[in-house]
């Protein structure tokens, strides 16, 4: 990125220089954090829209929100806990799967809407400036609206089951901000690959997929292997996941190797993600 | 103060490079009110923009990755044994484009610039360049103060959204703050002239409503520097005529604006200085005037001037032959306006010998409407000859309107045969023109444009009982 001198466009403040150089390698970044926060209302706004705009013209509006999970939750416990007997940590049924599809369904929704922002506001892309980064940046925030309808019903499955989460749900943000990073990571990583090459939308449904498969959604991360824990970790949906059960019910695992190095994993994610999404931001206008 | 070095660094290379003749020009026109308005707010040099052809037009699909690296191998030798042939814009098989080359620009603040030229020459490419809505392959800019955008209107709209969340959307994205764009609102509304509609989704909106909440919103803007393209080629005339109203306060507030257009009325009337650009180069900068006049020079005499030098090639037949047909304004030059009208000259061979000749030209206009047909007469009483006859016709000042005409020639025998019809054969464009036009701006509607002969009286009529005293005006042709 080499909008890099001083900070521009200061919305009240005094006008300052921006500079307009040639695109350069991999090693030219420089996050321009300033810019950023200078276009904070405008990312408002960016979110303001997706949510305005995300049910209208629907029946039953924002309860989408509650029964994708709810749905896929029944399904869940119907067939890997009455069918399969998959164990789960002692907890109900519903609520060993509600607690993980919580963060999952969430992360999902937001991975594909994040890829789908360079493409969908092509226009504005092609007509006007503003760090691209709020694009993404948006979709993995509005997502969170939906994400806390989703919480007030599993609010609702505590009471009815009487179980009362423990201290460890102060944890539950940072749980939270690392699904929120994830997606973000990942969506700058597809939403700029997916100007480029629309395959990649194609795609994107069969990555959340397979993912979900390798995310301890539909089944306790203890069914791993001990030694290949670690591993396993580097799926940081597989961090995220056993925080949100632990600190939710108190069952499960407590952060551990696992979620060290999840943690590790999102922000190598993030890092090559913003490299990546700054490398394309200045040109992408011209492909998308 | 940086910019006070940046300044003096600009004129020592100014000094090197010469170019005193662009330089001077408006430092001349432009007053310098106070010392900032001689800050250099936009410096530009050597900006440059490649793309790869197609690029714009198609997405890259795996696939052609795929099938690229498939054949890199059966390239790469197909490269060696080329390696002798020299072609500048390819690159193994991806063939590129330059857009812009080598463009250098320097704008004070407070300067309006018109950015003039025919399609495809690189206004626009510029344009998203100092806009950063894209970076260049080479160069730098450098931009100093808050920038504004307006490359389309309804930049952001959204068509789920009504016209008061639109306002709100996409003032944001073309760069206001939400307590500007609350402090606005009424103001964009009453321009917008949808106070009714205000809660209604713009997809519901008819496309005049839709352009003129967009415009509206887009004319509150209040950046230092605005960079405008083409936008103004929408809407219905009385709405382009407020909005290039619009645009002249905004340029009397001291604003900087960049200014992209195909109206050289307007360009006339709102700059100081224009740019022209030819094949992604800056052909020339100076006085709006001069520049106009030169793209006017270089665009109009396309089409408007056949010569068959060559009577082999000539349209012709066994009673006539075409050698010339020009289109010129009187004074000889291509530039053709409204006030100077225009001068027809056609040459051709006869080769038929006593009958009457003729020659008849008829005008179209570019929406296919006849304007006219006229005829010379050569022989009226049947002695025409071998040999080569011209043949000259002026058409008035003040009779076309502004736009482009097409010209259908054929030479008749007995005012009845036809001996040889071209149609289309030349084509002219026809200038615009502030005459007549008073303080608006913009072409005339009308398929003419004449100049009518106004005259007027005026006398008191004073009245006893009140201290008031009204005239009665007399208006007549």
Same mark, same amino acid.
């Given at each position: 990125?080499?909008?890099?001198?001083?900070?521009?466009?200061?919305?009240?403040?005094?006008?300052?220089?921006?500079?307009?150089?040639?695109?350069?390698?991999?090693?030219? +970044?420089?996050?321009?954090?300033?810019?950023?926060?200078?276009?904070?209302?405008? +990312?408002?706004?960016?979110?303001?829209?997706?949510?305005?705009?995300?049910?209208?013209?629907?029946?039953?509006?924002?309860?989408?929100?509650?029964?994708?999970?709810?749905?896929?939750?029944?399904?869940?416990?119907?067939?890997?806990?009455?069918?399969?007997?998959?164990?789960?940590?002692?907890?109900?049924?519903?609520? !060993?799967?509600?607690?993980?599809?919580?963060?999952? #369904?969430?992360?999902?929704?937001?991975?594909?809407?994040?890829?789908?922002?360079? @493409?969908?506001?092509?226009?504005?892309?092609?007509?006007?400036?503003?760090?691209?980064?709020?694009?993404?940046?948006?979709?993995?925030?509005?997502?969170?609206?939906?994400?806390?309808?989703?919480?007030?019903?599993?609010?609702?499955?505590?009471?009815?089951?009487?179980? *009362?989460?423990?201290?460890?749900?102060?944890?539950?943000?940072?749980?939270?901000?690392?699904?929120?990073?994830? *997606?973000?990571?990942?969506?700058?990583?597809?939403?700029?690959?997916?100007?480029?090459?629309?395959?990649?939308?194609?795609?994107?449904?069969?990555?959340?997929?397979?993912?979900?498969?390798?995310?301890?959604?539909?089944?306790?991360?203890?069914?791993?292997?001990?030694?290949?824990?670690? &591993?396993?970790?580097?799926?940081?949906?597989?961090?995220?996941?056993?925080?949100?059960?632990?600190?939710?019910?108190?069952?499960?695992?407590?952060?551990?190797?696992?979620?060290?190095?999840?943690?590790?994993? #999102?922000? &190598?994610?993030?890092?090559?993600? %913003?490299?990546?999404?700054?490398?394309?931001?200045?040109?992408?206008?011209?492909?998308? | 103060?940086?910019?006070?070095?940046?300044?003096?660094?600009?004129?020592?290379?100014?000094?090197?490079?010469?170019?005193?003749?662009?330089?001077?020009?408006?430092?001349?026109?432009?007053?310098?009110?106070?010392?900032?308005?001689?800050?250099?707010?936009?410096?530009?040099?050597?900006?440059?923009?490649?793309?790869?052809?197609?690029?714009?037009?198609?997405?890259?699909?795996?696939?052609?990755?795929?099938?690229?690296?498939?054949?890199?191998?059966?390239?790469?030798?197909?490269?060696?044994?080329?390696?002798?042939? $020299?072609?500048?814009?390819?690159?193994?098989?991806?063939?590129?484009?330059?857009? +812009?080359?080598?463009?250098?620009?320097?704008?004070?603040?407070?300067?309006?610039?018109?950015?003039?030229?025919?399609?495809?020459?690189?206004?626009?490419?510029? &344009?998203?360049?100092?806009?950063?809505?894209?970076?260049?392959?080479?160069?730098?800019?450098?931009?100093?103060?808050?920038? =504004?955008?307006?490359?389309?209107?309804?930049?952001?709209?959204?068509?789920?959204?009504?016209?008061?969340?639109?306002?709100?959307?996409?003032?944001?994205?073309?760069?206001?703050?939400?307590?500007?764009?609350?402090?606005?609102?009424?103001?964009?509304? *009453?321009?917008?002239?949808?106070?009714?509609?205000?809660?209604?989704?713009?997809?519901?909106?008819?496309?005049?409503?839709?352009?003129?909440?967009?415009?509206?919103?887009?004319?509150?803007?209040?950046?230092?520097?605005?960079?405008?393209?083409?936008?103004?080629?929408?809407?219905?005339?009385?709405?382009?005529?407020?909005?290039?109203?619009?645009? =002249?306060?905004?340029?009397?507030?001291?604003?900087?604006?960049?200014?992209?257009?195909?109206?050289?009325?307007?360009?006339?009337?709102?700059? /100081?200085?224009?740019?022209?650009?030819?094949?992604?180069?800056?052909?020339?900068?100076?006085?709006?005037?001069?520049?106009?006049?030169?793209?006017?020079?270089?665009?109009?005499?396309?089409?408007?001037?056949?010569?068959?030098?060559?009577?082999?090639?000539?349209?012709?037949?066994?009673?006539?032959?075409? /050698?010339?047909?020009?289109?010129?304004?009187?004074?000889?030059?291509?530039?053709?306006?409204?006030?100077? =009208?225009?001068?027809?000259?056609?040459? !051709?061979?006869?080769?038929?010998?006593? %009958?009457?000749?003729?020659?008849?030209?008829?005008?179209?206009? /570019?929406?296919?409407?006849?304007?006219?047909?006229?005829?010379?007469?050569?022989?009226?009483?049947?002695?025409?000859?071998?040999?080569?006859?011209?043949?000259?016709?002026?058409?008035?000042?003040?009779?076309? $309107?502004?736009?482009?005409?097409?010209?259908?020639?054929? @030479?008749?025998?007995?005012?009845?045969?036809?001996?040889?019809?071209?149609?289309?054969?030349?084509?002219?464009?026809?200038?615009?023109?502030?005459?007549?036009?008073?303080?608006?701006?913009?072409?005339?509607?009308?398929?003419?444009?004449?100049?009518?002969?106004?005259?007027?009286?005026?006398?008191?009529?004073?009245?006893?009982?009140?201290?008031?005293?009204?005239?009665?005006?007399?208006?007549?042709?």
């Amino acid at each position: 990125m080499s909008f890099t001198t001083n900070s521009t466009w200061r919305r009240d403040g005094p006008a300052i220089g921006t500079t307009i150089t040639p695109q350069k390698g991999w090693l030219d +970044l420089n996050l321009n954090l300033r810019e950023l926060w200078d276009y904070r209302e405008l +990312l408002y706004f960016f979110v303001w829209r997706d949510l305005k705009v995300r049910y209208k013209q629907t029946a039953i509006g924002a309860a989408w929100a509650i029964l994708q999970p709810f749905l896929t939750m029944l399904v869940f416990s119907l067939f890997f806990g009455r069918l399969a007997h998959i164990p789960s940590n002692g907890l109900p049924h519903s609520v !060993f799967y509600y607690s993980a599809l919580l963060p999952w #369904v969430y992360f999902a929704g937001a991975l594909q809407n994040a890829t789908n922002t360079m @493409v969908e506001n092509q226009r504005v892309i092609t007509k006007v400036y503003f760090p691209r980064l709020l694009l993404p940046a948006a979709a993995v925030t509005s997502g969170l609206a939906d994400f806390a309808f989703g919480f007030v019903v599993f609010i609702g499955m505590l009471l009815y089951y009487r179980i *009362a989460p423990g201290p460890a749900i102060l944890l539950l943000p940072f749980f939270l901000l690392l699904a929120v990073l994830t *997606a973000l990571g990942v969506g700058l990583w597809l939403s700029a690959l997916n100007a480029i090459y629309r395959d990649v939308r194609y795609v994107v449904p069969f990555l959340i997929q397979f993912w979900m498969f390798a995310s301890p959604v539909a089944y306790p991360s203890n069914l791993v292997p001990e030694r290949w824990r670690g &591993l396993y970790g580097l799926n940081p949906m597989a961090g995220v996941i056993e925080g949100f059960r632990w600190s939710l019910t108190g069952h499960g695992q407590p952060p551990n190797i696992l979620f060290a190095a999840s943690t590790v994993m #999102v922000l &190598l994610l993030l890092a090559g993600g %913003v490299a990546y999404f700054q490398k394309m931001e200045g040109t992408i206008a011209d492909v998308v | 103060m940086a910019s006070s070095a940046v300044q003096s660094e600009n004129a020592t290379r100014q000094l090197q490079a010469g170019d005193t003749s662009s330089g001077t020009c408006y430092r001349v026109r432009t007053t310098p009110v106070n010392p900032i308005m001689n800050d250099l707010v936009i410096q530009a040099e050597d900006l440059g923009k490649r793309y790869r052809i197609g690029e714009r037009e198609r997405y890259l699909a795996l696939r052609d990755l795929v099938a690229r690296a498939a054949s890199a191998p059966a390239r790469l030798f197909a490269r060696r044994k080329s390696s002798s042939s $020299n072609e500048p814009h390819t690159n193994g098989d991806r063939s590129y484009i330059w857009a +812009l080359k080598e463009a250098s620009l320097d704008i004070r603040q407070g300067e309006v610039v018109g950015l003039i030229g025919s399609n495809g020459a690189g206004k626009t490419t510029l &344009l998203k360049i100092l806009s950063r809505i894209t970076k260049p392959t080479t160069g730098r800019a450098e931009i100093h103060g808050r920038v =504004g955008s307006l490359l389309e209107v309804g930049t952001g709209f959204h068509p789920e959204l009504t016209g008061r969340e639109n306002i709100y959307l996409s003032g944001a994205i073309l760069g206001m703050s939400k307590r500007e764009i609350t402090r606005k609102f009424d103001e964009i509304v *009453a321009f917008a002239e949808i106070e009714k509609f205000i809660n209604t989704p713009v997809k519901h909106y008819s496309s005049g409503m839709y352009v003129r909440l967009a415009f509206s919103v887009a004319a509150h803007l209040e950046p230092e520097i605005l960079f405008v393209d083409e936008v103004l080629a929408v809407g219905d005339a009385s709405f382009q005529k407020k909005c290039l109203g619009k645009m =002249g306060q905004v340029s009397r507030e001291g604003r900087t604006i960049l200014f992209v257009s195909h109206n050289m009325t307007a360009v006339r009337a709102l700059c /100081s200085r224009a740019i022209l650009m030819k094949d992604g180069v800056v052909a020339s900068s100076g006085a709006v005037a001069d520049i106009v006049d030169e793209y006017l020079l270089s665009t109009a005499h396309e089409g408007s001037v056949r010569e068959w030098r060559d009577p082999s090639v000539a349209p012709g037949n066994e009673h006539v032959r075409m /050698s010339y047909i020009r289109i010129i304004s009187p004074e000889g030059t291509p530039v053709i306006d409204i006030d100077s =009208g225009a001068q027809i000259e056609i040459g !051709f061979e006869n080769f038929r010998k006593n %009958v009457h000749l003729s020659v008849k030209v008829r005008v179209t206009n /570019s929406d296919g409407v006849v304007l006219f047909v006229s005829n010379c007469f050569i022989n009226s009483d049947s002695n025409s000859r071998c040999g080569f006859y011209q043949v000259k016709g002026k058409i008035p000042g003040h009779l076309l $309107n502004a736009g482009r005409y097409f010209v259908d020639l054929s @030479v008749c025998k007995d005012q009845r045969w036809v001996l040889l019809q071209l149609d289309g054969v030349v084509s002219f464009e026809v200038a615009n023109t502030a005459t007549g036009r008073g303080a608006t701006m913009g072409v005339a509607p009308g398929v003419i444009r004449p100049l009518l002969s106004w005259s007027h009286s005026f006398e008191e009529v004073s009245s006893s009982s009140t201290n008031l005293s009204c005239g009665i005006s007399h208006v007549r042709l």
